[in-house]
């Protein structure tokens, strides 16, 4: 990973996208995610996503602690922000944020593949 500025903006839109999900949920202004999911208490679940992306920030410049961490960040943001949100009666109010989180989402899982050689060997 030789620019971490992609992951760096990846993972902080889906910190900032999670911060404001949080901020609504603990204000109760509406569209504001469920206080809980059959996962796990939301609250808690969105902090730890927030801090792993901040971790992940921290850790762009190290390939590994970079690469494990966005990838992380990018599984805790597609409980939130996954594919199941488009059936979610509330998508015609909150699809700036899913679309946003998913572009980020992709870019991160992009940004986290290993490198493939362009140089491929010519066949005998």
């Known amino acids: 990973m030789s620019d971490p500025r992609p992951l760096r903006a990846a ?11 949080l ?13 809980s999911t059959p996962i796990a208490a939301m609250g808690p679940m969105l902090a730890a996503a927030i801090a792993v992306c901040i971790a992940a920030w921290n850790m762009a ?3 590994l602690p970079a690469r494990a961490l966005a990838g992380l960040a990018a ?3 597609l409980i939130s922000f ?7 009666p509330a998508f015609p109010a ?3 944020a899913i679309l946003t989180a998913q572009a980020s989402i992709l870019t991160i899982f ?7 050689s362009k ?6």
């Open 119 to 124: 140089a491929r060997p010519v066949p005998a």
């Open 75 to 77: 599984v805790f943001a």
């Open 110 to 116: 992009v940004q986290i593949m290993p490198a493939r």
């Open 94 to 96: 909150i699809w700036p």
């Open 23 to 35: 901020s609504t949920l603990l204000a109760g202004v509406p569209p504001h995610p469920p206080a």
């Open 82 to 88: 996954g594919p199941q949100k488009y059936v979610d």
């Open 61 to 63: 410049e190290s390939a």
């Open 11 to 21: 993972v902080a839109t889906l910190a900032i996208l999670q911060v404001i999900m």
